[in-house]
């Protein structure tokens, strides 16, 4: 879902400026699953600018509040999202945790780190959502530790059919601050790609494990 088409907008023109998103319809990506893709999305990068960590920061606090209310914690997957749910809960004044991809094989072997009681609410934050499968095995954890989801919080998503139907079975609602199709709405008005570019990339998320073979 988005809240705010402008913040979308502008959003997606900070990605594209810092190359924290990279578009290449004809000189592909390769991503670790083995998909080719045209698009790279690298948000970690965001931080490296302190005007657009900022804004995401600012605008991340008002949209978790406008959909959520206030939560009593605020959470972030690692590792991409633990500095950027540090600003989030910084900026609300909340408590924050983040959550490992598995427990600790030693120690006290948590998968949950910081102080979290059972029953209190929560906001995950993400920096990226693809197929949403590690963002919901966090959301699992939280839940398995007693705690109650409100929600995610993400920068953007490609907004995969497969993501929104893992999303919709969890009943986990994903806000993010921009996705795809704002993405390439931007980049065809600005020049960063050809009109005739755009069908090629819509194409894309439409079929992501087949597109370019």
Same mark, same amino acid.
């Given at each position: 879902? /988005?809240?705010?088409?402008? &913040?979308? $907008? !502008? =959003?997606?023109?900070?990605?594209?400026? /810092? !190359?924290? /998103? !990279?578009?290449?319809?004809?000189?592909?990506? =390769?991503?670790?699953?083995?998909? !080719?893709?045209?698009?790279?999305?690298?948000? #970690?990068? =965001?931080?490296?600018?302190?005007?657009? $960590?900022?804004? /995401? #920061?600012?605008?991340?606090?008002?949209?978790i509040e406008q959909q959520f209310g206030k939560p009593d914690v605020i959470a972030g997957v690692a590792t991409g999202a633990i500095a950027l749910g540090?600003?989030?809960a910084e900026e609300m004044g909340l408590p924050f945790v983040y959550i490992r991809s598995k427990a600790k094989e030693h120690g006290k072997q948590n998968q949950i780190e910081g102080h979290l009681e059972k029953g209190q609410s929560v906001v995950v934050i993400e920096d990226l959502i693809s197929t949403g499968g590690s963002s919901l095995s966090a959301v699992e954890a939280l839940q398995d530790a007693g705690a109650k989801v409100l929600g995610m919080m993400g920068i953007f998503t490609y907004g995969f059919q497969i993501a929104e139907n893992n999303f919709t079975k969890a009943k986990v609602e994903l806000v993010t601050l921009s996705d795809y199709h704002?993405?390439?709405?931007?980049?065809? #008005? &600005?020049?960063?790609?050809?009109?005739?570019e755009k069908e090629m990339l819509q194409n894309w998320r439409e079929n992501p494990a087949d597109w370019g073979k």
């Open positions: 879902m /988005i809240l705010n088409p402008e &913040t979308a $907008r !502008k =959003t997606a023109e900070s990605l594209l400026q /810092i !190359k924290a /998103i !990279k578009l290449q319809p004809t000189e592909p990506f =390769t991503w670790a699953s083995g998909w !080719k893709s045209p698009i790279y999305c690298d948000n #970690r990068l =965001t931080l490296s600018y302190p005007h657009i $960590r900022n804004f /995401i #920061r600012s605008q991340m606090a008002k949209q540090v600003l989030v704002h993405l390439l709405d931007h980049a065809v #008005r &600005t020049g960063y790609i050809p009109e005739g």
